[in-house]
T-cell receptor
Framework: LAKTTQPISMDSYEGQEVNITCSHN???????ITWYQQFPSQGPRFIIQ???TKVTNEVASLFIPADRKSSTLSLPRVSLSDTAVYYC????????????FGAGTRLFVKA | EAQVTQNPRYLITVTGKKLTVTCSQN?????MSWYRQDPGLGLRQIYY???????DKGDVPEGYKVSRKEKRNFPLILESPSPNQTSLYFC?????????????FGSGTQLSVL
């Protein structure tokens, strides 16, 4: 399992773009990068997953540089409802039925 | 609708009184897992199951039991609950358990052991 490092917390204002970076220096060749969002007292929810370059869906974009040792979750024009904890997970389809969620990044969006 | 269903949502019990938290998924997933979440400690894995009758310990299995007799159900059993098991519990499932798969989580069970 690749160890990940994220900022503990971030603040933003409504309408701004928020970028949360995750470091994963020991990412393996077959590993994917997956981000989850968790609201208070709710289960984490899948946001986006990528392997390399850029992935975009209706919720977010994920930027992965060529060396794949980090990734950036980009949330465009955040609103108050985006206040949540965001987790970065890195792993593949082998060697890891255990899942390790780090502390995540607590994003607080202000009006 | 694809979902993971946990019950109950809230549970208050007393020390030593056996309890079961149920978890069911309707996606025909082979992999299921239990987590507990405590303030400042994030999500910690308790047990997981890769298929029927196949279970294994996560990082914090002490005081818990699980069983996987059917693919869709994965109950969490506390034989003799103690106050340090007061926590928010989540069940999750995915197709085969790889970290390159999407994990689906239940809504959570807030357990208080008095």
């Amino acid at each position: 399992l690749a160890k990940t490092t994220q900022p503990i917390s971030m603040d933003s204002y409504e309408g701004q773009e928020v970028n949360i970076t995750c470091s994963h220096n020991n990412i393996a060749t077959n590993d994917y990068i997956t981000w989850y969002q968790q609201f208070p007292s709710q289960g984490p929810r899948f946001i986006i997953q990528g392997y390399k370059t850029k992935v975009t869906n209706e919720v977010a974009s994920l930027f992965i540089p060529a060396d794949r040792k980090s990734s950036t979750l980009s949330l465009p024009r955040v609103s108050l409802s985006d206040t949540a904890v965001y987790y970065c997970l890195v792993g593949g389809n082998t060697g890891g039925f255990k899942t390790i969620f780090g502390a995540g990044t607590r994003l607080f969006v202000k009006a | 609708e694809a979902q993971v269903t946990q019950n109950p949502r809230y549970l208050i019990t007393v020390t030593g009184k056996k309890l079961t938290v149920t978890c069911s998924q309707n996606m025909n997933h082979e992999y299921m897992s239990w987590y507990r979440q405590d303030p400042g400690l994030g999500l910690r894995q308790i047990y997981y199951s890769m298929n029927v009758e196949v279970t294994d310990k996560g990082d914090v299995p002490e005081g818990y039991k699980v069983s996987r007799k059917e693919k869709r159900n994965f109950p969490l059993i506390l034989e003799s609950p103690s106050p340090n098991q007061t926590s928010l519990y989540f069940c999750a499932s995915s197709l085969y358990g790889g970290l390159n798969e999407k994990l689906f989580f239940g809504s959570g069970t807030q357990l208080s052991v008095l």
